[in-house]
T-cell receptor, first 113, second 115 residues
Framework: GDSVTQMEGPVTLSEEAFLTINCTYT??????LFWYVQYPGEGLQLLLK?????DKGSNKGFEATYRKETTSFHLEKGSVQVSDSAVYFC????????????FGKGTRLSVIA | DADVTQTPRNRITKTGKRIMLECSQT?????MYWYRQDPGLGLQLIYY???????NKGEISDGYSVSRQAQAKFSLSLESAIPNQTALYFC??????????????FGSGTRLTVV
């Protein structure tokens, strides 16, 4: 079945460091891919998405590119801030949308000043 | 007002009690979901509903039940709460009109403690 694998955390970075959180997936066909962010004490919010191969999703300085050839959707940010400290979830959806989203286990990021 | 509202935000209950968590949405979405999140773990799907007359079990439905009272309302019940149901519970919605590309809108969560 469909699955999403994220790098395990926690990830601790200094402010202004470069961030990569790896995400790979297994799915048939051409799923849509998502990154969600969960700030402390809050629900998940959609951070960015990509719906077809080679699409790049971007938001708030974060980027991820849908790589069909490597079945990956790695999250990157060039310079993290303390306010980026959160848990990040990678997820996929079949483009029919007739099955629930499949989530990765989440990666906790802590950014220290 | 939030697009997806969960009540209560926090609840402490005793073992064996019945408890209901409620979710309502103003997004006009037809699909609704209940997830559970344990500390340090990801999300686990409990139940989901693709329309008012549709209810489906998720990966951890034992000990839980749901009711879709209207398109905008989806409640989760614990018939007889036990301590290992202590967790953070999230409701989410999605729009079938977007296919699989629209993603979900989440509520802020209900923190449930069973003592």
């Amino acid at each position: 079945g469909d699955s999403v694998t994220q790098m395990e955390g926690p990830v601790t970075l200094s402010e202004e460091a470069f961030l990569t959180i790896n995400c790979t997936y297994t799915a048939t066909g051409y799923p849509s891919l998502f990154w969600y962010v969960q700030y402390p004490g809050e629900g998940l919010q959609l951070l960015l998405k990509a719906t077809k191969a080679d699409d790049k999703g971007s938001n708030k300085g974060f980027e991820a590119t849908y790589r069909k050839e490597t079945t990956s959707f790695h999250l990157e940010k060039g310079s993290v801030q303390v306010s980026d400290s959160a848990v990040y979830f990678c997820a996929l959806s079949r483009n029919s949308g007739n099955t629930p989203l499949v989530f990765g286990k989440g990666t906790r990021l802590s950014v220290i000043a | 007002d939030a697009d997806v509202t969960q009540t209560p935000r926090n609840r402490i209950t005793k073992t064996g009690k019945r408890i209901m968590l409620e979710c309502s949405q103003t997004k006009g979405h037809d699909r609704m979901y209940w997830y559970r999140q344990d500390p340090g773990l990801g999300l686990q799907l409990i139940y989901y509903s693709f329309d008012v007359k549709d209810i489906n079990k998720g990966e951890i439905s034992d000990g839980y039940s749901v009711s879709r009272q209207a398109q905008a309302k989806f409640s989760l019940s614990l018939e007889s709460a036990i301590p290992n149901q202590t967790a953070l519970y999230f409701c989410a919605t999605s729009d079938s009109g977007t296919g699989g590309s629209g993603g979900y809108t989440f509520g802020s969560g209900t923190r449930l403690t069973v003592v």
